[in-house]
């Protein structure tokens, strides 16, 4: 199984840094060569870093118990109301009985600051519009191709600009997630007209981007990100008009930016914001 499904991806990058994220550069991950990622490479002097956060440990509500025989979780199932099902299919477990990251090794076992064993499933919305050229009022072009912009957001963790998605609350649905998120990361402080026209907004429908693996800087050996991404185009401007963006929950900044090949974003983040573009320029 873990072969075919790693090689069905990419290999991750971002969760193989020198350092742990968060941890102020004392947690070292244990570098992994590119030819090493998958599990099927021998290697057999491979003794990852164990790491799983303090506020981890203490048990917040959205985070597994660290003991697996008390915590009894039932893995590749929905196991009340928690989806520990990952979109890449069935994962192996290791000689402790924890999940494995299907995409290969990663240097740090244990959960570093994810709460979930195995996937942690989040969902991004991709908000567009096209971006108009105030010298013309047309929409701007760059090498012959009109220019569309995205809603991004600056996390406060990390000061990197992504997309304003998070993690999916267990028995929520990603279409729930999708909202609640745009809303608390992109629009705090909106009147309820406002969210109201932006609710209007994402129930008119969105075209899925992308369903699988994040190559996020948190991932570990046996706790990793998921998600599901979902664009939503305002086609001719109007619903996003008079909306004021105003950054929120742990969102230091948003922006309109325009969609560019050169984005620096977080995690997986530019990757999916390729497959919007060629959503709508090259009409797949
Ligand atoms: C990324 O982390 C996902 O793509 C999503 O954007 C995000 C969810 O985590 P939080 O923003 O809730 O930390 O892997």
Redesign the pocket.
């Known amino acids: 199984m873990t072969t075919s499904a790693f090689r069905r991806g990419f290999t991750h990058v971002k969760c193989r840094g020198e350092f742990y994220p968060r941890t102020e550069n004392k947690v070292r991950r244990l570098q992994v060569p590119d030819d090493k990622v998958s599990w099927d490479a021998a290697f057999p002097d491979y003794r990852p870093t164990n790491f799983t956060s303090e506020h981890v440990l203490k048990g917040p509500v959205w985070a597994d118990k660290d003991d697996l025989t008390t915590g009894n979780y039932k893995w590749n199932c929905l196991d009340n109301n928690v989806d520990r099902r990952s979109h890449l299919g069935e994962y192996n477990l290791d000689s402790q009985g924890r999940p494995l990251n299907p995409r290969g090794r990663t240097g740090i076992s244990g959960r570093g600051c994810l709460g979930r064993w195995g996937p942690n499933h989040?969902a991004?919305p991709v908000v567009t519009r096209w971006s108009i050229d105030p010298s013309t009022g047309k929409i701007l072009q760059a090498k012959g191709q009109p220019v569309l912009q995205f809603v991004s957001i600056l996390?406060g963790?990390c000061n990197e600009w992504?997309?304003p998605?998070?993690?999916v609350d267990p028995g929520e649905s990603f279409s729930t997630t999708l909202l609640r998120e745009f809303v608390e990361e992109a629009m705090d402080m909106s009147t309820s007209a406002e969210k109201e026209k932006v609710k209007e907004f994402f129930a008119t429908g969105g075209t899925e981007i992308y369903r699988g693996y994040?190559d996020?800087p948190r991932n570990t050996d046996n706790s990793w990100?998921e998600?599901v991404v979902v664009n939503y185009h305002d086609r001719d401007g109007t619903y996003f008009k008079n909306i004021k963006l105003k950054s929120g929950d742990?969102a230091i900044g948003v922006q309109w930016k325009n969609l560019t090949d050169d984005l620096k974003l977080?995690?997986?983040?530019s990757f999916f914001l390729k497959k919007v573009k060629e959503l709508h320029l090259n009409g797949n």
Do not use: F, I, N
């Not at 977080?266 to 983040?269: C, F, K, Q, R, V």
């Open positions: 989040a991004d996390r963790d992504a997309l998605g998070g993690m994040v996020d990100m998600t742990d977080y995690a997986s983040h």
